[in-house]
């Protein structure tokens, strides 16, 4: 997945992954889990040489103004005025403080010094390192020793260390063999580092802050929470409690043409930190992700927000994890050299076969085009007329550089990935591109995370870096080093072929997307929604469904396909196995994908169903105990899944796939009897009923009925119509309470109810759903919200009584004036405005509610969410209101989803009169509905539909032996199955107009071809007269040749109207071309 989007952070899909390095983030989905690398690739500008010299790196440093951190053995530690003393216990003649950590490369960080203060009398000191934790020290460095001051040693030399990250153990040892007690050894400070310079010595410096002052930093103002900075007067420390992440801040004022690099030198690290600067005005810029490194890391300020001269700003250091902290040294400000060239513009073009992105710079252009070779690797070509470019990446694992083949592999915990880097480019390993902006850095890679640099020759032609994954599993590949360098090879072999190929595979694919006839908002007000903005919002929907498809994942044991619910937001919290697929949202998106991708779509749907728990362990559900057979792992969602098994054998007619997947399908069903509600981990109470599981349970067992018939199970048949009445039936009991809430207020319907009234308390549940409150019955019950409760309209077995009191509530907030008809107060959502939908158009009518009211809503609901989503902008979870049709709407939740894309989709069809919901075809003609739909499919075979005034008409190959037409009364819903035989006659012609000369005068002919079954009369139209002619017979045609009276004429369109005896009239507008004679 490339440039994957956080939605739980803020900001547009570009303004999450757009940058002034043109950065390129990619997600990978492996082993049940999906890691989200950013910056994986970048590029750049280069001015000038490379710098020389290096960077300076710290694994360790140490003030001692305490001991966190360090354990005791025979010593007692205390820290006083920036040392630490350790004195031995009585009667010992050695003791020590010891401190495990991870040095990312020891073969550049090597170089471990130790500034002894001071040494009571008879005492000595030493330092010893342990590799394993336990067991022997490793040889000593030295003898014990009587000197104080500063002493340095080479840990790579004095042990022979190569290359690569190391966990050891740093051992500071007081010693005293007189005999006296109280022999002590005190320490200024321990480092270990790689002895470069720090990158401001020096330089000309803004501001150095040694972090001594704690007085000038705070709690940030946002993302604060409660985090606290404390100093010892050489170090600064972020310090977290019981939250996720908080920050600190100050400001400060930097002449940022003088002084354009921000360096900060980082301590230690109990979690990760970040470093964000602020404007004061919108989001914050991050200058650091989150991130375990410490050391120096020196970023480009200036090139990075874009800013110049004299500013005053925030600066923001962030501590990531619970209960932690993050320590720094210094943070500072400074000149030295720019080598690589954040871009001063940037824009950005995405479509299907690709991402193109162009920077501009002071000396020209780079244009950069990311294009997919194949599920598992893509490439970054890069075109550029700077006088210098660079392409540059940072990756997680460890690292492995083979000049000769140009190949970069990285080894992370599930999987490999290859860089093939291009010919003639000079490549250059350190900590991170940061870092190798202002040093020389080094011919092979750090052990640990780290980032590489590649120059590329000057003036050269387009260069490609190609990108390959594999994952480190004996189910999917014996060697995924190998794969991934041949993945990475291929990639960067041909990528204009990759892109013609891609480009022709979405060629393709749309050209399957059915054909809407009218995408423009009827019944409602437009609110400035344009046709042409829903028709590229269609599109770009189905675009995203194929795009949600991921591969078989033969490493968690998964050998289907699946459809993800939300593939470009990284969304894994669904079954194990298919985490990415959720049993709700995806269901809905395998409903439409059928139309243009029917294999995927079932084998979507068998990869769900081969996952439902059938195992010898397995235990029964019932009435009173908790089973688990039936049940899928992971999130317990509301059904929709025998709907949809509907679905993809009514458009494919592939019984077998339907019979394959009916057992499993009936025993998740039978689970689902005695689960209506969400389970999720530890939320799983076994008395809670949810209304919009039990309806959507009824609902669906209305399709099990359906297959249960076709597959001649016809006592699963009569025991799912059971478990509809058993329902319906304590529907009315469960949800309608007679007893006031809290405030004296009684509810007409509810979304929740537990039903062990001996409960002293409810269940955790979210603040949105209404103070919980005990039901005349005494058990606790949520009022919840009435897009969930609303639902209930699709049940057709809930009483009259029962269902006017969920109309009453719904009624309390639907407004057709309103963006989302009223319902969005908090949210409304796919599977919720479906059901709605569906319920308004097939219920009868009820006390206060005529037909024509119920069937005006659900065009008022349909028109009014298509339009509100486009307005959005997303195709996102779950919608809210922000103001007046026309204004902005709001979108949370995952996003990109599937809900947003297979709502949509749903309801542009039903506003051009087709339902796909039913699977059978099914017809509907809303108010203000004069479109249709062609390239549909129906059992295996086209299906086009058009309205056309009162009636729906019906061509293709589906059609043949069926009815042509159906009369359609406004806001009805037909059927083939059930409206068929009512239709009254219908006409049927084929129509061609040609533009001819004769005697150098031009003629308009137009010729009418009954092509139906019933004798027709035509009338033939153009602008230069008309013709009527009666009597036409099945297979005859209308004809008439219309002189123009003149040598030439221009384009235009002839008419041809045609009626048959009992039934409507039809037109058809066909052109003709200009033409000129003599």
Known sequence: MLNPFEFGRSGSELEQTAGTSLPLHVGYYVDDKAPHAKNLLQTYATAGERPQGSAFRSALSESFDDTAGWTTKDVAASAAAGTTALRLVDGRQWGHIERRITVQDVADTRFLTVDVASLSPGTTWNVKINETGSGDDLPSLQADSSATGSVTFDLAQAYGWQPGPKTLTVKLFAVNKTGVNGGTATFRSLSLDNGADLPWEGSVSGTVDDLSDASVWSTATHAGHGAAFVSDGTQGTVRLGDTDYGAVERRVTVDLDTTPLLSVRAAETSGKWALKVSSGSGDDITVQPDTTSTGVLTYDLAGMTGWSGERTFTVKIFHVGKNGYSTFDDLAFHDGDVWLRPAEQISNEWMPQALESRGTYSSGTIE?????????????????????????????????????????????????????????????????????????????????????????????????????????????????????????????????????????????????????????????????????????????????????????????????????????????????????????????????????????????????????????????????????????????????????????????????????????????????????????????????????????????????????????????????????????????????????????????????????????????????????????????????????????????????????????????????????????????????????????????????????????????????????????????????????????????????????????????????????????????????????????????????????????????????????????????????????????????????????CLAGKAYVAVRATNVGDQTAEVRLVTPFGERAVAGVAPGASAYQSFPVRATSTSAGTATAVGAVPGGASRSWDVGYAATTCG
Not at 735 to 745: S, V, Y
Not at 878 to 889: L, S
Request: glycine content about 10%.
């Open 368 to 996: 950069t085009t990311d294009v997919f070779h194949d599920a598992d690797s893509f490439s970054r070509t890069v075109e550029a007329t700077t006088d210098g470019t660079a392409i540059a990446g940072a990756y997680e694992g460890v690292a492995s550089w083979s000049p000769d083949e140009r190949l970069l592999t990285v080894v992370g915990a599930g999987h490999t990935y290859s860089f093939a880097l291009p010919e003639g480019a000079d490549v250059r390993f350190g900590a991170s591109i940061a870092e190798l902006g202002t040093s020389a850095g080094s011919a092979q890679p750090l052990g640990g995370n780290g980032a590489w640099v590649a120059e590329l020759p000057e003036g050269s032609a387009p260069a490609s870096v190609g990108v390959g994954f594999a994952v480190k599993s004996a189910k999917v590949t014996q060697d995924a080093v190998a794969a991934s360098r041949q993945r990475a090879l291929a990639a960067a072999a041909d990528p204009a072929a990759d892109l013609r190929s891609w480009r022709g595979f979405w060629d393709e694919y749309l050209a399957k997307v059915p054909v809407v006839q009218d995408f423009s908002v009827q019944r409602v007000a437009d609110g400035g929604v344009t046709a042409e903005e829903m028709r590229h919002f269609w599109f770009k929907a189905w675009v995203n469904l194929e795009m949600n498809v991921l591969p078989a994942t033969p490493e968690t044991g998964n050998m289907h396909a699946q459809l993800g619910t939300g593939k470009p937001s990284l969304w894994m919290n669904g079954t194990p196995g298919t985490k990415n697929v959720a049993s709700w949202d995806s269901l809905l998106g395998m409903q439409q994908l059928v139309y243009t991708d029917p294999e995927n779509a079932w084998a979507s749907f068998e990869g769900m169903m081969a996952l439902v728990e059938d195992g010898p362990g397995a235990t029964e559900p019932s009435d009173v105990a908790y089973g688990t057979r039936g049940e899928l792992g992971g999130e317990s969602l509301p059904s929709r899944k025998a709907q949809t098994a509907w679905i993809l054998y009514s458009v494919t007619g592939d019984r077998e796939r339907l019979e394959g997947t009916y057992d499993k399908l009936a025993l998740h069903l039978n689970w689902e009897r005695y689960n209506m509600r969400w389970v999720l981990g530890a939320n799983n109470h076994f008395d809670e009923r949810d209304s919009e599981f039990v309806t959507s349970l009824a609902y669906d067992l209305e399709f099990a009925i359906k297959i249960a018939h076709e597959l001649g199970k016809t006592q699963d048949a009569a025991l799912y119509q059971s478990v509809i009445t058993d329902i319906s039936a304590k529907y009315s009991e469960w949800f309608f309470p007679t007893g006031a809430d809290q405030d004296g207020k009684v509810w007409d319907t509810v979304q929740k109810v537990y039903l062990d009234a001996t409960r002293t308390t409810v269940p955790f549940g979210d603040d949105t759903e209404g103070k919980p409150y005990r039901n005349e019955n005494g058990q606790w019950v949520r009022p919840g919200w009435s897009f969930y409760t609303s639902t209930a309209f699709v049940m057709d077995e809930l009483t009259e009584e029962s269902m006017v009191k969920t109309m009453d509530r719904f009624l309390d907030d639907y407004d057709e004036n309103a963006q989302l008809a009223g319902l969005g107060d908090f949210a409304v959502k796919a599977p919720d405005l479906q059901l709605i939908a569906y319920g308004l158009l097939d219920m009868d009518p009820i006390e206060g509610s005529s037909q024509a009211q119920l069937r005006d809503r659900a065009a008022v609901l349909v028109n009014a969410i298509t339009r509100d989503m486009v307005r959005s902008g997303w195709f996102a979870e779950v919608y809210f209101a922000k103001g007046e049709p026309g204004g902005p709407v709001g979108a949370r939740g995952v996003r990109p989803s599937l809900f947003g894309i297979s709502n949509y989709i749903d309801f542009v069809l039903m506003a051009n009169g087709v339902r796909t919901d039913e699977g059978d075809p099914t017809f509907v003609r809303l108010a203000g509905s004069t479109g249709g739909v062609s390239g549909l499919t129906y059992r295996g075979e086209r299906l086009d539909v058009d309205l056309d005034g009162d009636q729906v008409l019906f061509t293709g190959p589906a059609a043949q032996g069926g009815c042509a037409a159906i009369d359609v009364a406004e806001g009805q819903t037909v059927t083939w199955a059930e409206d068929c035989g009512a239709t009254v006659p219908t006409v049927e012609l084929d129509v061609q107009v040609q533009t001819r």
